[in-house]
C-alpha cells in the first residue's frame, strides 16, 4: 500500500486527486462539527438569553473568566430536564440528570430535534438570528481590516 501511494505521488496526477479527496472529507468534517457548535449555541442563548455576549463585550480578555450564575445553571438544567421528558428519553438518560451529561448528548438530541416544527433546521436561519447576525457582522468587519 505504501508503495503505491509513493508511486502516485510521483505521477502527480493522482496525488492531486487524492489530497482533493482528502480537503473535501476535511472540509465536510469541519462543516458538521461547526453546524452542531452553533445549533447548540443558539439553543442555549435560547434557554438563557445573554449567554453569547455581544461583540463589544466578546474579546478575549473579557471572556476569560466567563461563567454561567446559579440562575443560568438553573434554567440550562430545567430546560435539559424538559426536553427529555418532551422527547420521552429514557428515565436514566443524562440529559434528565444534567450533571452527569456531556457535550454529545446535547448534540444528538438536537440533531433529533433540527427537522422538527419551532426548530431552525437551516443555519441561515440561526446565524441571521441575534446576537449570531451580530457577530457574524463583526467577524467580516474584523477578518476584512486585517487580511484584506
Known amino acids: 500500500m505504501e508503495r503505491t501511494v509513493r508511486e502516485l505521488k510521483r505521477t502527480g496526477v493522482a496525488a492531486g486527486t487524492i489530497n482533493e479527496a482528502k480537503s473535501v472529507r476535511m472540509r465536510s468534517t469541519v462543516k458538521n462539527k461547526v453546524n452542531l457548535y452553533l445549533r447548540q449555541l443558539y439553543w442555549m442563548n435560547r434557554v438563557v438569553p ?8 466578546a474579546s478575549f480578555t473579557e471572556m476569560q473568566n466567563v461563567g454561567l450564575g446559579t440562575t443560568a445553571r ?9 426536553m427529555a421528558t418532551e422527547y420521552a428519553l429514557p428515565a436514566d438518560h443524562p440529559l434528565r440528570v444534567p450533571i452527569t451529561a456531556k457535550s454529545f448528548h446535547l ?6 430535534m433540527s427537522g422538527r416544527p419551532g426548530t431552525p433546521s437551516a443555519m441561515a ?9 451580530e457577530l457574524l457582522t463583526k467577524a467580516k468587519e474584523n477578518v476584512e481590516k486585517n487580511y484584506l
Do not use: E, M, W, Y
Open 50 to 57: 445573554g449567554v453569547i455576549k455581544p461583540p463589544n463585550v
Open 125 to 133: 436561519d440561526i446565524l441571521s438570528s441575534s446576537p449570531f447576525c
Open 107 to 112: 448534540h444528538d438530541q438536537l440533531k433529533t
Open 74 to 82: 438553573d434554567k440550562i438544567t430545567d430546560a435539559l430536564r424538559a
